[in-house]
Structure formats: C-alpha cells, structure tokens
C-alpha cells in the first residue's frame, strides 16, 4: 500500500506564492498519473492539475499561476502556485496512481488572506 504525504500548506497574501510537495511512502512503478485535487468548505474536490501518461492539464482557474512537476524516479510530485487568489483557498489533496490501485494524500490547509 502507498501513502502520500503533502507538506508546504500553510497562509499565504494575495499575489503570492506557495509550493506544496507530495511524496510517495515507497518508490512507485507503472505510475499512471500523479496530482493535485482541492476541496473548500462546502464544495466538492475539483482537479488542480494532473499528469496523465506525461500530458499536463490544468484547470481553467489556475493556468498560468500552478506549474505541476513530477520526479518519477523518486515518486513525488510538486505544486508551484504564484499570484495566488483568495479563492484558491482551500484543502488541497496529492493523488497518484499506479496499475495496482489510486492514492490519496491526507490533505494540505491553503489559506490565501491578507
């Protein structure tokens, strides 16, 4: 079984900067994709960005402000978020998956506040 760890949540001002980081418990092999989801209070998870067999796609509402990297060899997977919004506030999820199954991290606080 793999865990994922987050790390690098935490407050952040309008306009600035954040980098989340996920790592796998293990090395993982056949990775299929790798991460990130958000959920806000009252709102269901929604993808962030996400590679899918080495395609990036991002949402709508963060292109050009995220930037996702993926290290396959060590299993991880980053979030660069710049010129954050308040409505980027929100517990934010790594996910991965592999041909044995689907990941999920247990989440990461971003608040975005002056």
């Known amino acids: 079984q793999v865990q994922l760890v987050e790390s690098g949540g935490g407050l952040a001002p309008p306009g600035g900067s954040l980098r989340l980081s996920c790592a796998a418990s293990?090395?993982?092999?056949?990775?299929?994709?790798m991460g990130w989801y958000r959920q806000a209070p009252g709102s269901q998870r929604e993808l962030v960005a996400i590679?899918?067999?080495?395609?990036?796609n991002y949402a709508d509402s963060v292109k050009g402000r995220f930037t996702i990297s993926i290290d396959n060899n060590k299993s991880t997977v980053d979030l660069q978020m710049n010129s954050l919004k308040p409505q980027d506030s929100a517990t934010y999820y790594c996910?991965?998956?592999?041909?044995?199954?689907?990941?999920w991290g247990q989440g990461t606080r971003v608040t975005v506040s002056s």
């Open positions: 996910y991965a998956r592999d041909r044995f199954g689907t990941y």
């Open positions: 293990r090395i993982m092999f056949s990775i299929r994709a």
């Open positions: 590679v899918i067999s080495g395609v990036t």
